[in-house]
C-alpha cells in the first residue's frame, strides 16, 4: 500500500 | 513489474558487469571513486537488510543478494588485488557531507518509526548522491576511459527508468512512495551533465573529455 511505499522495488 | 522497471533492473545488473569487466580487462581501478563504491556497499547493506525480514520473489532475493555481494567484491578489488591502481589523492569528495544530512532526512522522513524503516529511508537518501564522489573525481580529472563512461552511462539509466516506472505504477496501481520518488528523481537529475557529455562525445566515437 501506499504507506509503506514501494518495498518491492530494489 | 513492469517493462520501465524490469529494464531498470537489468541497466543496473548490467551497470554492475560493466564495471567488473573494467577492472579485469584493464587491470586496473583507475579512475573510479571509492568513496561511491563504498557508499554503494552502505546504500545495499542498509536497505537490504530485510532481506532477512520479507519475502517479496525470488528475484528480488537474488537481486539484493547480487548487489550486496558484487559491491563488497569492488571493495575488495579496489582495496586488495588492485589496490597500487587507486589514487586516493584525486578522491576528494569530503564524504561526511552527504552521511549527516542523509541520516537526518530519514529521521525527518520515513514511512515508519523503527530502526528497519529509518535505516531504508537513509538508503534512499543516500544513493540519490553516492554518485557524487565519482562525478566529482571526473570533473575533477576533466576525462574518463570510455568502458568507465559506460559504467556511468548504465547506472544513470537505470535511475531513469525508474522515474516511467512510478508513473505507470501511479496510473496502474494508483500507490505512490513519495520517499523513493523524490530522491529517486533528484539522483537523475545528477546525470543530466554526464549524460549530455556522453551523448555528445563517447556515443560519437570521441573520447569522454570535458572543456578545461
Same mark, same amino acid.
Given at each position: 500500500g501506499t504507506e509503506d511505499g514501494h518495498k518491492d522495488e530494489l | 513489474m513492469n517493462l520501465f522497471r524490469f529494464f531498470g533492473d537489468m541497466s543496473h545488473l548490467a551497470s554492475i558487469l560493466i564495471l567488473l569487466y573494467k577492472i579485469h580487462a584493464t587491470r586496473s581501478v583507475r579512475g573510479l571513486s571509492f568513496k561511491t563504491q563504498a557508499l554503494?556497499?552502505?546504500?545495499?547493506?542498509?536497505?537490504?537488510?530485510?532481506?532477512?525480514?520479507?519475502?517479496?520473489?525470488?528475484?528480488?532475493?537474488? +537481486?539484493?543478494?547480487?548487489?550486496?555481494?558484487?559491491?563488497?567484491?569492488?571493495?575488495? $578489488? +579496489?582495496?586488495?588485488?588492485?589496490?597500487?591502481?587507486?589514487?586516493?589523492?584525486?578522491?576528494?569528495?569530503?564524504?561526511?557531507?552527504?552521511?549527516?544530512?542523509?541520516? $537526518?532526512?530519514?529521521?525527518?522522513?520515513?514511512?515508519?518509526?523503527?530502526?528497519?524503516?529509518?535505516?531504508?529511508?537513509?538508503?534512499?537518501?543516500?544513493?540519490?548522491?553516492?554518485? $557524487?564522489?565519482?562525478?566529482? +573525481?571526473?570533473?575533477?580529472?576533466?576525462?574518463a576511459e570510455t568502458i568507465t563512461t559506460h559504467y556511468l552511462a548504465a547506472l544513470g539509466a537505470y535511475r531513469a527508468l525508474y522515474i516511467p516506472n512510478w508513473i505507470y505504477r501511479y496510473w496502474s496501481e494508483d500507490v505512490i512512495d513519495p520517499i523513493a520518488v523524490t530522491a529517486g528523481i533528484v539522483q537523475t537529475a545528477l546525470y543530466l551533465d554526464f549524460f549530455y557529455v556522453y551523448f555528445t562525445k563517447v556515443l560519437q566515437g570521441q573520447k569522454f573529455e570535458l572543456p578545461a
Open positions: - | 554503494y556497499v552502505t546504500v545495499f547493506v542498509a536497505r537490504y537488510l530485510d532481506v532477512f525480514t520479507e519475502f517479496v520473489s525470488v528475484y528480488n532475493t537474488l +537481486m539484493k543478494i547480487f548487489f550486496i555481494s558484487s559491491s563488497c567484491f569492488v571493495l575488495y $578489488l +579496489m582495496k586488495g588485488r588492485y589496490r597500487p591502481t587507486n589514487d586516493p589523492s584525486i578522491d576528494t569528495f569530503r564524504v561526511e557531507y552527504l552521511l549527516g544530512p542523509c541520516a $537526518l532526512l530519514a529521521l525527518i522522513f520515513h514511512y515508519r518509526w523503527s530502526f528497519l524503516e529509518v535505516l531504508w529511508s537513509f538508503s534512499i537518501f543516500l544513493e540519490s548522491v553516492a554518485i $557524487l564522489p565519482q562525478l566529482f +573525481m571526473l570533473q575533477r580529472t576533466g576525462e
